[in-house]
């Protein structure tokens, strides 16, 4: 007669650990990528205008294009992961903030962001088609348009 072998409860203990510590691994983070972004949920539309405005001036006077391409991409990302009304309505305070910037703010900002879209381009399409809605309902956005092409 052949004895089943039972399996030990001890056995059955590294399978577990192995799908907690998965379980673990496998947590998906929900922190803000820009936590300035994540604050104007809620917030009305002249508070957004005059933040961004003030993000603009702050990106613009970093000194390499590099360094402000790179600054640029957190905004771009926490846009991203907001709720659609929320991140049009968002994209256009910035819209209307850029075009109310000084003129060689807005160069510098232009400059970075095309040196940032290729390091994420589904990322700036993205973007991009929000922007493209919007182009009809702020003044001088055309223009913006295409000075970023």
Same mark, same amino acid.
């Given at each position: 007669m052949?004895?089943?072998?039972?399996?030990?409860?001890?056995?059955?203990?590294?399978r577990? $650990?192995?799908?907690?510590? *998965?379980?673990?691994? *496998? !947590?998906? #983070?929900? $922190?803000? /990528?820009?936590?300035? /972004? *994540?604050?104007?949920?809620? !917030?009305?539309?002249?508070?957004? @205008? #005059?933040?961004? !405005? %003030?993000? +603009?001036? &702050? @990106?613009?006077?970093?000194?390499?294009?590099?360094?402000?391409?790179?600054? &640029?991409?957190? %905004?771009?990302? #926490?846009?991203?992961?907001?709720?659609?009304?929320?991140? /049009?309505?968002?994209?256009?305070?910035? =819209?209307?903030? +850029? =075009?109310?910037?000084? &003129?060689?703010?807005?160069? $510098?900002?232009?400059?970075a962001?095309?040196? *940032?879209?290729? &390091?994420?381009?589904?990322?700036?399409?993205?973007?991009?088609?929000?922007? %493209?809605?919007?182009?009809?309902?702020?003044?001088?956005?055309?223009? +913006?348009? !295409? %000075?970023?092409?």
């Amino acid at each position: 007669m052949s004895a089943k072998r039972w399996p030990s409860g001890a056995a059955g203990r590294p399978r577990e $650990r192995e799908q907690k510590e *998965a379980k673990d691994m *496998a !947590k998906i #983070e929900d $922190r803000p /990528v820009d936590s300035g /972004v *994540a604050q104007l949920r809620g !917030k009305d539309d002249a508070t957004a @205008i #005059e933040w961004w !405005k %003030q993000r +603009f001036a &702050l @990106i613009a006077g970093i000194p390499t294009e590099t360094a402000r391409a790179g600054a &640029l991409l957190p %905004q771009l990302r #926490e846009l991203s992961r907001l709720p659609e009304g929320e991140r /049009v309505r968002l994209t256009k305070a910035r =819209m209307q903030a +850029f =075009m109310a910037i000084p &003129l060689d703010q807005r160069q $510098r900002v232009l400059s970075a962001r095309k040196l *940032a879209d290729p &390091l994420d381009p589904e990322l700036a399409r993205s973007d991009d088609q929000v922007t %493209q809605r919007l182009v009809t309902e702020i003044p001088g956005a055309a223009e +913006f348009g !295409k %000075q970023l092409e």
